[in-house]
């Protein structure tokens, strides 16, 4: 064979090969795009969803028909010497007996050892609110008076707002309050993306207070960290309860809230929607449905089983029903 010949084979091998790697790449881009969606639970679908643009995260999204039989949501009760006891997502999931389990209230003292923790914004567990709106000392990020996700006892549910005036445990909308978590800001509202702004000398009317330190302001905003983060949300008929870790690394991998607003209105049908505690709290467990056993779904920075938090909201569902086995 000539030396000529020998380049020709060569030339020819290495486009082949720059053309296989490169379909192989268009295929695993395509794979990572594709969410995996599945029933674990009656009236409960989770979809996994890999996404790599604006930049690589991993979406868990649950979403809930709360009309559904059997379907009922619970939230961590008080204890303590302060208004809750801290206890893995994952602990809470296994003690009550939950199928599904999301981290849900900023807490304070943080970061901190103590197991007793006050919780920031409306908290209520089976008809008793025992932790009150309020101007969180991390107003920052949180946001005064936090809208909050409030259930009945009939799993109804609505984004609630504080009534004016009296001890600061009433809501402006009609109904009770049976079950109810707080976070940052409602970042999500009528379907439109809404994140605080900071106030300054020409915008007095900014929802956030620009520090600590100079950290975050106008221009560098909490919101625009990217971290891993727990958002829950509503449908606009208020039937679909949506529930979303994002597993992330800080300033590498992850998304903003105004970025998982805008793809749980888009890809979702959520209307309204709030942000919970993130970061090393974010955390989503089930009850696998193949083996009964309390797991971890994402992968917390805060450990393998996942940070002690203040409260979480927890879903109580029936098996899924089974398909008969196809005929020969």
Not at 243 to 261: F, H, M, R, S, Y
């Given at each position: ?15 082949l ?14 794979a990572?795009?594709t ?8 009236g ?9 643009a ?20 619970a ?14 997502t ?7 007996g939950a ?11 943080f ?16 008809g008793?609110v ?13 946001v005064a008076?936090?809208p909050?996700l ?7 549910a ?5 009534r004016p ?6 809501v402006?909308?009609r ?6 978590v707080?976070?940052?800001?409602q970042?999500l ?19 956030l207070?620009?520090?600590p ?5 106008r221009?560098r ?14 449908s ?13 690394k ?5 998304l ?9 209105a ?5 209307w ?11 955390t989503?467990?089930w009850?696998d ?7 971890l779904l994402?992968?917390?920075t805060?450990g ?19 398909r ?5």
């Amino acid at each position: 064979m000539s030396p000529r010949y020998n380049r020709g084979v060569v030339t020819r091998l290495r486009r082949l090969l720059a053309l296989a790697l490169a379909l192989w790449g268009l295929t695993l881009a395509g794979a990572a795009q594709t969410p995996v969606t599945t029933r674990p639970f009656l009236g409960v679908t989770l979809t996994d969803l890999t996404v790599s643009a604006p930049r690589p995260a991993r979406m868990l999204v649950a979403q809930v028909d709360l009309g559904a039989p059997g379907i009922r949501i619970a939230v961590s009760p008080p204890a303590g010497r302060r208004e809750a006891v801290r206890e893995t997502t994952l602990d809470f999931l296994a003690r009550t007996g939950a199928q599904l389990a999301v981290n849900a209230h900023f807490f304070l003292p943080f970061p901190s050892d103590e197991l007793d923790a006050w919780l920031i914004g409306l908290a209520a567990a089976d008809g008793r609110v025992y932790s009150a709106f309020e101007t969180p000392v991390q107003d920052f990020a949180l946001v005064a008076d936090a809208p909050a996700l409030r259930f009945d006892r009939r799993q109804r549910a609505r984004i609630v707002h504080r009534r004016p005036g009296g001890d600061a445990t009433r809501v402006r909308e009609r109904g009770e309050v049976w079950n109810a978590v707080a976070g940052s800001a409602q970042i999500l509202t009528a379907g439109v993306v809404t994140i605080p702004a900071y106030r300054d000398a020409t915008h007095p009317e900014g929802a956030l207070r620009p520090g600590p330190d100079g950290r975050y302001d106008r221009s560098r905003s909490w919101y625009d960290l990217v971290t891993s983060r727990t958002v829950a949300g509503l449908s606009k008929n208020r039937r679909t309860l949506t529930l979303v870790t994002v597993d992330g690394k800080v300033g590498v991998a992850g998304l903003t809230p105004a970025e998982i607003a805008a793809r749980l209105a888009r890809d979702f049908g959520v209307w309204d929607a709030i942000n919970l505690d993130g970061g090393g709290s974010t955390t989503m467990a089930w009850r696998d449905p193949a083996t009964g056993e309390p797991a971890l779904l994402n992968t917390p920075t805060d450990g393998p089983r996942g940070r002690a938090v203040a409260s979480s909201l927890a879903v109580f569902a029936r098996p899924a029903p089974t398909r008969p086995a196809p005929r020969p």
